[in-house]
């Protein structure tokens, strides 16, 4: 959501070259698919896709091995990495080998596999519909966790031999984590561990400008966003990264759009990435799953989708009313890391959840960090990865 800002403002300059400091140097992985990400940096590279219940294809991507050592072909632990909202795979693998989760995993001996949900831009096809039909994205996370999550580590189990994995999720990857793993106990026993990075579950608290969408009308948000798509990858982006970010005088006010709907720590983002980043986000989602987040936002509860009567929600849940999902019913064990100045995942939503969780090996809150820092913060290998190396080895 923060590209809103990014793209009204920026925009105005397109024509503006050199006007604003020389250019930065070009990251070309901003313009790159996943598999030619992961290749361009020496790691191999495997692509597939997941087909669920409901029909949605899902890209899914997979580090079989790190650079150096591919001598060992047995089976590997499995870690699953999940993105959040509006985002992709790519997040995993946006910053240099040395200070990317999918890359530290991948050298550290695991077998690495990267989802995508439903609807971004590498799972954006259905055996039923297309994607220019509103039927297409008629969905929310609620599906995400109902059907994408089980898809997509039942296929990991399957083609590894491996009857558990670890699971890393980010911001709403750790939502559908929180709803598939508290519904499906059939897919939690296929968890060592849960590493939740930037959890949510409520967003009660939070003080981005997305929960000013809550107090829009559904019938208004509607009109403003329609009823198919919300922020898809367009060529505006990738221009957005590539030649007005990355020039001297404008890196400031491009890190200041992304922290405003996320929270503020400017010292450490790589600005000589910022092609990269906006050369992949956002990825896109639903214009439902935004809705969904609307709705939290307002209840300050977790709560399946409300379709908008009872009748409706009838069909769907055999109920008036959404259903709530019961945190406190997943028992797979998970890590907590949460930032201190995340205005996403409040802090004080974080410690509304931490006692729900019951199965709670370790909680670190990290004063410094927003809501992206968990995935591009500089320093996030010392803060975070190497934590979660160690616990993955320790299991």
Same mark, same amino acid.
């Given at each position: 959501?923060?590209?809103?800002?990014?793209?009204?403002?920026?925009?105005?300059?397109?024509?503006?070259?050199? &006007?604003f400091g020389k250019l930065g140097p070009k990251n070309p992985e901003a313009n790159m698919n996943v598999s030619q990400m992961i290749t361009y940096w020496g790691y191999p590279s495997e692509e597939y896709e997941v087909v669920t219940?409901?029909?949605?294809?899902?890209?899914?991507?997979?580090?079989?091995?790190? %650079?150096?050592?591919?001598?060992?072909?047995?089976?590997? @632990?499995?870690?699953?990495?999940?993105?959040?909202?509006?985002?992709?795979?790519? /997040?995993?693998?946006?910053?240099? =080998?040395?200070?990317?989760?999918?890359?530290?995993?991948?050298?550290?001996?695991?077998?690495?596999?990267?989802?995508?949900?439903?609807?971004?831009?590498?799972?954006?096809?259905?055996?039923?519909?297309?994607?220019?039909?509103?039927?297409?994205?008629?969905?929310?996370?609620?599906?995400?966790?109902?059907?994408?999550? @089980?898809?997509?580590?039942?296929?990991?189990?399957? %083609?590894?031999?491996?009857?558990k994995i670890h699971y890393v999720g980010h911001s709403q990857g750790t939502t559908i984590g929180f709803i598939a793993f508290s519904t499906n106990p059939a897919l939690a026993k296929k968890i060592k561990r849960f590493y939740a990075?930037?959890?949510?579950?409520?967003?009660?608290?939070?003080?981005? @400008? #997305?929960?000013?969408?809550?107090?829009?009308?559904?019938?208004?948000?509607?009109?403003? #966003?329609?009823?198919?798509?919300?922020?898809?990858?367009?060529?505006?982006?990738?221009?957005l990264g590539t030649e007005l970010c990355s020039r001297e005088l404008l890196d400031l006010l491009c890190s200041n759009a992304l922290f405003i709907f996320c929270g503020f720590d400017k010292k450490n983002l790589n600005v000589s990435?910022?092609?990269?980043?906006?050369?992949?986000? @956002?990825?896109?989602?639903?214009?439902?799953?935004? #809705?969904?987040?609307?709705?939290?936002?307002?209840?300050?509860?977790?709560?399946?989708?409300?379709?908008?009567?009872? &009748?409706?929600?009838?069909?769907?849940?055999?109920?008036?009313?959404?259903?709530?999902?019961?945190?406190?019913?997943?028992?797979? =064990?998970?890590?907590?890391? /949460?930032?201190?100045?995340?205005?996403?995942?409040? =802090?004080?939503?974080?410690?509304?959840?931490?006692? %729900?969780?019951?199965?709670?090996?370790?909680?670190?809150?990290?004063?410094?960090? /927003?809501?992206?820092?968990?995935?591009?913060?500089?320093?996030?290998?010392?803060?975070?990865?190497?934590?979660?190396?160690?616990?993955?080895?320790?299991?």
């Open positions: 959501m923060w590209l809103l800002l990014v793209t009204s403002v920026l925009s105005a300059f397109g024509g503006a070259h050199g &006007l219940e409901d029909g949605y294809i899902l890209g899914v991507y997979r580090i079989p091995y790190g %650079k150096n050592n591919s001598e060992n072909i047995g089976k590997r @632990p499995v870690a699953y990495l999940q993105h959040g909202l509006i985002a992709s795979a790519t /997040n995993w693998i946006t910053n240099l =080998p040395n200070n990317s989760l999918a890359f530290i995993l991948a050298d550290a001996g695991y077998d690495v596999w990267l989802g995508n949900s439903r609807g971004n831009t590498w799972s954006r096809k259905n055996v039923y519909y297309s994607p220019d039909s509103v039927e297409f994205w008629a969905f929310s996370f609620d599906e995400m966790a109902k059907y994408d999550l @089980p898809a997509t580590i039942n296929f990991i189990v399957q %083609k590894t031999g491996q009857e990075l930037a959890p949510v579950a409520t967003v009660k608290y939070t003080e981005s @400008p #997305f929960k000013k969408i809550s107090l829009i009308p559904k019938f208004l948000l509607k009109v403003i #966003f329609g009823n198919k798509m919300f922020m898809p990858h367009n060529y505006l982006d990738q221009f990435r910022f092609d990269v980043y906006l050369g992949h986000n @956002p990825a896109g989602t639903s214009t439902q799953d935004l #809705f969904h987040w609307a709705q939290l936002a307002k209840s300050g509860k977790l709560q399946a989708y409300n379709w908008g009567s009872p &009748l409706q929600n009838m069909l769907h849940y055999n109920q008036k009313t959404p259903p709530y999902y019961d945190v406190s019913a997943m028992t797979v =064990p998970i890590a907590v890391w /949460n930032g201190g100045h995340d205005i996403l995942a409040d =802090p004080q939503d974080v410690a509304m959840l931490l006692p %729900k969780l019951p199965n709670l090996l370790y909680h670190k809150e990290i004063l410094p960090y /927003n809501h992206l820092d968990f995935i591009w913060a500089m320093n996030a290998p010392q803060e975070v990865y190497n934590e979660i190396v160690t616990m993955m080895a320790e299991d």
